[in-house]
């Protein structure tokens, strides 16, 4: 399995690497791709991904600090992401969940990192919360600049949506809110997209799947996020993992370096 979503820069995962990435392999987690949301943890995760051999990273800024976003940091992240253990430009997006939020400016710096994928030839890693009709909008408005894929990460919209999403050549990834009891809306998803389609997260340290919620999440629990995907699709174990190895090598090809 490929945890194609995780934080583990944070200090309660971050204390201990070498034992976290040991939980992980023991669950069947080969590789694991830490995420930056801002200047300072694209950092952390590059640094993280060239110290661990199965860790690779993804850079960007996510839209809750789009106010911190400069040239400088825009220099920073053109100058590392041709390292061969970036795999993407994320995680970039746009957020309306807090209020006080400033959409023009999440748009800005939103449609700024897809073209600096764009330019450079990576996918991207796309946040996406409470802003769907916007989202879409800026995405159809910005489809050429799509080209090299990426996924929607934790999705979390309608099947209306998830087509709409597959349709613009992107894929998503399916994390712990597929086993919580209320997520009527992740059920019908996880059931609803193509398996080509479909890659697999655990966002750690959030959404511990059950029944491990409460917990600090890691990248062994995906192995949960795996079986219940399966149990929905009807296929096993075995072959979800194959299936969604083989599509998060096909769409970030870096992992296969």
Sequence with gaps: MIDIHAHIYYD???????ALLARAKD???EKIVCVGSSLSTS???????????NVYAAIGVHPDDANGFDDQTFEWLEDNAAHPKVIAIGEIGMDFHYEGYDKMLQKKVFVRQLE???????PI??????CTGFMMDTLRENKHLLSNGGIVHCFSGSTETLREVIDLGLSISIGGIVTFK????????????????????????????????????????VALVAEKIAMIKGISFDDLDRITTQNAHRIFPKLLK
């Design 12 to 18: 309660d995962l971050a204390k201990d690497i070498p």
């Design 27 to 29: 669950a069947g987690v």
């Design 43 to 53: 950092k952390k995760a590059l640094d993280l991904a060239k110290k661990y051999d």
């Design 116 to 122: 600096l994928a764009h330019k450079l030839g990576l």
């Design 125 to 130: 890693q796309i946040h996406s919360r409470d």
């Design 182 to 221: 209320n997520a009527r809306e992740t059920l019908d998803v996880a059931q609803e997209v193509p398996l080509e389609n479909l890659l697999l997260e655990t966002d750690c340290p959030y959404l511990t799947p059950h029944p491990h919620r409460g917990e600090t999440n890691e990248p062994k629990f």
